[in-house]
């Protein structure tokens, strides 16, 4: 695969080259570090979530909503739920590389090779150990059936969400 930006090849990113583009955000930038370690599956996670609790991770974004973990969280086992674990809360400035690299570290031995970065204006930026762009950071998933599939969530167009037209009013009618 290759960058869309740059058409250069999406090859893998070592820690270096992450913190360094979480570094070169805005001054100030407050983030949050998430592990994804359930993404579109089914099921009631909550062996998983025990043992998030038990490993000492208090807090996960699950299906876009931060939740404290301490407390029951009902999952709607016949539904795909996306459960993100939130392994650190940081704020762009001088002297936390080493804060970052252990927490990234962390971040991707949980979510198998991938880490997320979500600023508080809800940008996320992806960083894969697997697929990424050392220029521009644009990173994939790893490859799989779904992510070619028209009819998966993970494989559609965002715009049209796979169906190839985009539906909406017009005001006029």
């Not at 570290?105 to 930026?125: C, F, N, P, Q, S």
């Not at 490859?143 to 009013?169: I, M």
Request: glycine share 8%; proline share 5%.
């Amino acid at each position: 695969p290759h960058c869309w930006e740059c058409g250069k090849p999406i090859q893998s990113m070592t820690v270096d080259h992450m913190i360094d583009a979480v570094m070169a955000q805005e001054r100030g930038t407050r983030f949050y570090l998430l592990a994804p370690v359930v993404q579109g599956r089914k099921g009631e996670f909550r062996s998983e979530l025990h043992q998030l609790l038990k490993e000492g991770y208090v807090r996960a974004k699950i299906d876009g909503e931060l939740k404290d973990l301490t407390q029951d969280v009902p999952l709607n086992k016949n539904r795909k739920h996306t459960i993100q674990v939130v392994i650190d809360r940081l704020e762009v400035k001088e002297g936390i590389e080493k804060r970052l690299a252990d927490s990234m570290e962390t971040a991707l031995r949980l979510g198998k090779g991938v880490a997320l970065i979500e600023d508080t204006g809800g940008h996320t930026m992806v960083f894969s150990e697997h697929f990424a762009c050392p220029e521009h950071g644009v990173s994939i998933a790893e490859l799989s059936p779904r992510l070619f599939s028209f009819n998966n969530p993970f494989g559609a167009c965002p715009d049209c969400a796979g169906l190839g037209v985009k539906t909406k009013f017009d005001p006029d009618l």
